[in-house]
């Protein structure tokens, strides 16, 4: 079971398609276009080039001709403008600068990085009508703000909550389905914990897809280190910091001030908890509960 889904991922798992084949198909689409766009850009380059190397051998040419090319060529001299000092070539011919100054220079073409969609032009999946289906879905629905995240990363229990409340009778097997009737080894709450988080679950606010994302990884780190979400060791705290920024120092920075920041919109929203935190909320870096 995984925190978090992108949506061509949720939308291939919701019809039984495989993510990998998905995603790969749209890469070879794209290195395709990225390798035939990059083959025209240089055949345009070399035409442009040959053109101005056409044009510069003709002017040499007439050089040639009248001043013997280079040699003959009149010294650069310096006149006096009402701001400056300007070089002028008193070329007999008119020419501003001189044949080698306007020598044509191959251009370079740099080849593009191939960069990764989030999500597949409509269409280009023709031949899996229900996978273009689902993922129109899932993209409106991020659009519109009724799924929180963004279309490279959804919570699998924000997926869940969005899927049974527009499709009870289309839950797929991916996702939880209900408490009562998830596999036993594929949430890491047990029964007290998942008690606690239905409560939190029907306050907690709406974040932005930036919290979406940190909040994705700070669970995958917690399972990682195998962790109950709810009942982390106080010790244990530092260590998922310290890894949630070696996996993204982009989301994450050292700063354990800001870290805390993070940590405390997690807990608030029932994503983790550390164990004990009724004891020990100030050195947690939590808020303490209030006393019933």
Known sequence: ??????????????????????RGRMEATDLARLESDHAEAVACAARRDADESA??????????????????????????????????LNCPQGFRVKPADEAVRPTVVVKPKLSARALPVPGEFADLPRFEERI???????????????????????????????????????????TEDRPATSSPYD??????????????????????????????????LQYKPLRIPLSGKGEIHRRCVAKDAHLFTPVQETFNGIWQEAVDDGHVRVEGHERYGAGSGEKKSPPP
């Open 1 to 22: 079971m995984k925190y978090a889904y992108s949506a061509v991922e949720a939308a291939a798992l919701w019809v039984g398609a495989d993510p990998a084949a998905i």
């Open 55 to 88: 044009a510069h051998l003709s002017r040499w040419n007439y050089c040639d001709f009248q001043c013997h090319k280079e040699p003959m060529c009149p010294d650069w001299q310096q006149v006096q403008t009402e701001d400056d000092i300007r070089l002028v």
């Open 136 to 178: 129109a879905w899932l993209n409106q629905a991020i659009s519109t703000g009724d799924l929180p995240g963004t279309a490279e990363a959804v919570l699998a229990r924000d997926l869940r909550e969005w899927m049974q409340s527009n499709f009870p009778g289309d839950a797929p097997g991916f996702l939880w389905r209900a």
């Open 191 to 224: 029964d007290e914990e998942l008690s606690s988080i239905t409560a939190l679950d029907i306050a907690r606010p709406k974040r932005g897809p930036k919290r979406t994302k940190q909040f994705a990884i700070i669970l995958e780190v917690v399972k990682e």
